[in-house]
């Protein structure tokens, strides 16, 4: 069965880094394409970054420049680097995988797999 398991969350300085990571099990990861999200105290899960097949990437407009998803598919791991982290990007972080490659890969409703999470804080 699909088993993701994220990693890397912690409390950091605004204007710090992190990385997070997502260990994936399971499945042919190849065949799969991953995102990040994130969940505050409200109830949405917002996209932050996506990554599909071919490795192209989609970013939200609030992390675009500051974060950078990427994958090593030898090791089934999924990353997400966060740079100038601000203190509105604490929040618990999702990996997620999909099949539906043609959906809003920004979007929770187009993955079926979910991480645990970690929580990322960041203080001022």
């Known amino acids: 069965q699909v088993q993701l398991v994220e990693s890397g969350g912690g409390s950091v300085q605004s204007g710090g880094s992190l990385r997070l990571s997502c260990a994936a099990s399971g499945y042919t990861y190849s065949r799969y394409c991953m995102g990040w999200f994130r969940q505050g105290p409200g109830p949405e899960r917002e996209g932050v970054a996506a990554i599909d097949r071919d490795s192209r990437t989609r970013y939200a407009d609030s992390v675009a420049g500051r974060f950078t998803i990427s994958h090593d598919k030898d090791k089934n791991t999924l990353y997400l680097q966060m740079n100038i982290l601000k203190p509105e990007d604490t929040a618990m972080y999702y990996c997620?995988?999909?099949?539906?490659?043609?959906?809003?890969?920004?979007?929770?409703?187009?993955?079926?797999?979910w991480g645990q999470g970690t929580q990322v804080t960041v203080y001022s």
């Open positions: 997620a995988a999909t099949e539906l490659c043609g959906w809003n890969l920004l979007h929770a409703g187009s993955y079926g797999y």
